[in-house]
């Protein structure tokens, strides 16, 4: 036999091909002839009896030979148990038989693709779900279900609760498994429609089947929305998974659950080591859940760890939910610390409670780089309307605090407050200043205003003491409204240097700081309050004032120099520091001497009432109507205080009371009080005595007369 010859080889590829051809026509006659659509009809339509349930074959049932043999059967109905309601609806099934044992006349479904499949799924108000039934074993005469591969086009599947009265929906289903006898990859995608946003579903894993028994090997599997607040949301799920089947139960190990948004870039983790889970619940012993948040200039970051963790259809609850919350905005950083049992009933209600909170505020700002606070409370909230509330007592710096707040929204919060707190020094929290603490209006460091632009709140604050600087009040409140452009204390009360003190105060962010007062003092002690404000001791008394202010700056000495305003003083039963008119008048040849002298801590001119009123410009107060009386002498005059340059320059004319003094009546000193406001120079005003004298002779010959007339009428 020559195997080089054509013929030869021509010859073996005819018969070849004829006994292949044979082969399949012998294949097909078989199979239709083993084919009997009313049989196979008949055998679908009571493969459920023994559950109740009706199996209806409207359409058209057709073999099929090439490539692999089968049947395709169209408008397939399955009903509820011992019900006509529909359970499931199926637009076409095709399956794919095994060659082998269909030889020897044994149907073996190894492969099956449903397109537009429908199913309806109830749990009832015993629990059972319907399609319980279906995981029962049984044997299916005439044919046999083993899997190796499952394909779902468009599918949809419907679940209504009975007893919570809850509803979902999966469309757009598409599964497509292969090798399920051994090692299965397992591809599937849906949508769950939603009455305001669809999520999108997709997973691929590793899935084995053992019995009833289902393995994940690893899964990844993701829900992505689109939200108008948050922009594109993705939740990512890993891990493996263990589903029995047998009684609907689950376990997972090494699992990891991470939400990302888009709008603001955020990210959250929740770790889970393991997991038991069941239609009623799922119980997660140990987990710790990781945040991040990035929104405009701010920074947010969560590390919690959560203890048995319980997740039921109506509630989610933790033994204890403790760990560290920071927000950061540049290098100012506020850290919180809580620890507390955690609820979230209906997944809605949020509870913790009781709550220990530990709040640090860290910053270059303050003079020690942190201020901290340690309250017990409860923090409760509704997820829905977006409010929390938090109630605290505890200590902030040593002091005591109660704290009760209410926040509202969660992207652009507004809060309602009210603080009560028993002393604070703010000196801790302003820029720092060398030495000792210093007249408020002589600090030049900046007020730091940038926290505002995170607040939208509206409040009541009291105290039991408040110090800047060396200015002091007590048993303050005040009504606070606080914006990123603009703060307003409104119905501000305190006692205030043993008197009261009531008014308004706003503050309007710009280009330029703008501040104003407006202010009622009563009963106030002045020397101590000028000293504190102004380093002003030169007056003393107790009184009442009324003050209307406005400033702008940076800093409380661009605030000083731009006051502006009106400010009414009105003194009893105070003192002039620095010099003793009566006496000067008593021995006024002697004293006319040394009139221009500094002031003398030792000597003052005491009086009954003083009143003048101030106005203010740009740090600058004038006045034209001081009037002082007392017993011994009366004063009045006029003159200006400049704060900006910390000097005085005042004209009076002191009398003496005639009635003490009768010979002095008529007598008139004119007095000029000049120099630094800590340290003036008292003189004569020898502009006064001269006045409408031109020449330097006339200036000094009515200077000698004046002087003369007045030694005159004192002497005997």
Not at 46 to 64: F, K
Not at 356 to 380: D, E
């Amino acid at each position: 036999m020559n195997w080089n010859s054509g013929r030869l080889w021509l010859r073996i590829t005819v018969y070849t091909s004829l006994a292949l051809l044979c082969l399949g026509v012998v294949t097909q006659s078989l199979i239709f002839w083993q084919f009997d659509e009313t049989a196979v009809r008949h055998a679908i339509g009571e493969s459920l009896r023994d559950t109740g349930r009706q199996v209806l074959i409207e359409g058209t049932i057709s073999p099929r030979v090439f490539p692999i043999p089968g049947i395709d059967i169209n408008d397939i109905t399955v009903s509820q148990p011992g019900s006509t309601a529909k359970f499931a609806k199926i637009a076409r099934m095709e399956a794919r038989l095994a060659w082998w044992p269909l030889l020897f006349g044994k149907r073996e479904v190894r492969s099956l693709t449903l397109y537009a499949p429908e199913i309806d799924v109830v749990r009832q108000k015993d629990g059972v779900l319907s399609i319980s039934d279906l995981f029962m074993r049984r044997e299916q005469p005439g044919f046999n279900i083993n899997l190796n591969t499952l394909v779902v086009h468009d599918g949809v599947f419907s679940y209504h609760d009975d007893i919570s009265g809850a509803k979902q929906r999966l469309s757009s289903i598409t599964i497509d498994a292969d090798g399920l006898k051994s090692s299965a990859m397992l591809k599937a995608s849906a949508v769950l429609d939603d009455d305001t946003r669809p999520l999108r579903m997709a997973m691929n894993t590793p899935l084995t089947i053992d019995n009833n028994r289902l393995d994940f090997g690893q899964i990844d599997a993701q829900v992505e929305s689109d939200t108008p607040t948050l922009g594109k949301t993705q939740l990512r799920t890993t891990g493996e998974l263990h589903l029995d089947l047998n009684n609907l139960s689950a376990a997972g190990e090494d699992l990891a659950f991470e939400f990302t948004t888009e709008q603001p870039q955020s990210s959250a983790t929740l770790r889970v080591p393991h997991l038991d889970a069941s239609l009623e619940r799922v119980q997660i012993p140990q987990s710790h859940l990781s945040a991040n948040m990035q929104y405009e200039r701010s920074q947010y970051q969560l590390e919690a760890n959560l203890a048995n963790l319980n997740i039921g259809r109506k509630a989610m609850n933790a033994s204890r939910l403790s760990g560290d919350f920071n927000w950061q905005v540049g290098t100012t950083r506020v850290k919180l610390q809580l620890d507390a049992p955690f609820t979230l009933a209906g997944l809605n209600d949020l509870q913790l409670s009781p709550l220990t909170l530990t709040a640090q505020a860290i910053t270059p700002l303050l003079p020690r780089g942190q201020l901290i606070a340690n309250m017990q409370g409860a923090l409760t909230g509704t997820l829905g309307d977006e409010r929390f509330d938090l109630h605290g007592k505890g200590k902030i710096d040593g002091s005591d605090i109660a704290l009760d707040v209410t926040q509202y929204g969660l992207m652009h919060p507004r809060h309602e407050a009210a603080l009560s707190i028993g002393a604070l020094d703010l000196n801790r929290y302003l820029p720092e200043t060398k030495g000792e603490a210093v007249a408020i209006f002589q600090n030049k460091n900046p007020i730091p205003l940038d926290w505002m632009d995170f607040f939208d709140l509206n409040g009541k604050v009291s105290a039991g003491e408040l110090s800047m600087g060396r200015f002091r009040m007590k048993d303050v409140s005040a009504s606070v409204r606080i914006l990123p452009q603009e703060m307003e204390l409104n119905h501000i009360s305190a006692n205030i240097y043993s008197g009261q003190l009531q008014g308004d105060a706003s503050l309007k962010r710009g280009q330029t700081n703008r501040y104003e007062v407006r202010q009622t003092l009563r009963g106030m002690n002045i020397r101590p309050l000028l000293v504190d404000l102004f380093n002003f001791g030169q007056l003393d008394g107790k009184g009442n004032g009324q003050v209307m202010l406005a400033a702008q700056g940076d800093s409380f000495v661009d605030l000083r120099n731009s006051l502006s305003g009106n400010v009414q003083m009105s003194l009893n039963q105070g003192a002039l520091t620095g010099i003793d008119l009566v006496s000067a008048l008593k021995n006024l040849p002697a004293e006319l001497k040394e009139m221009n002298t500094p002031s003398r801590a030792n000597q003052k001119t005491t009086f009954s009432t003083l009143q003048a009123g101030f106005r203010m410009e740009q740090g600058v107060g004038r006045n034209q109507d001081l009037k002082l009386a007392s017993q011994l002498v009366n004063v009045n005059g006029g003159g200006k205080i400049d704060l900006k340059h910390s000097i005085i320059d005042y004209n009076m004319n002191v009398a003496a009371n005639p009635r003490e003094f009768s010979s002095l009546r008529g007598v008139s000193i004119p007095l000029k009080i000049t120099g630094p406001l800590n340290a003036p120079v008292y003189a004569l005003n020898f502009n006064a005595l001269v006045k409408g004298k031109k020449t330097e002779t006339e200036k000094q010959q009515a200077l000698k007369q004046e002087l003369k007339k007045q030694i005159t009428t004192i002497l005997p």
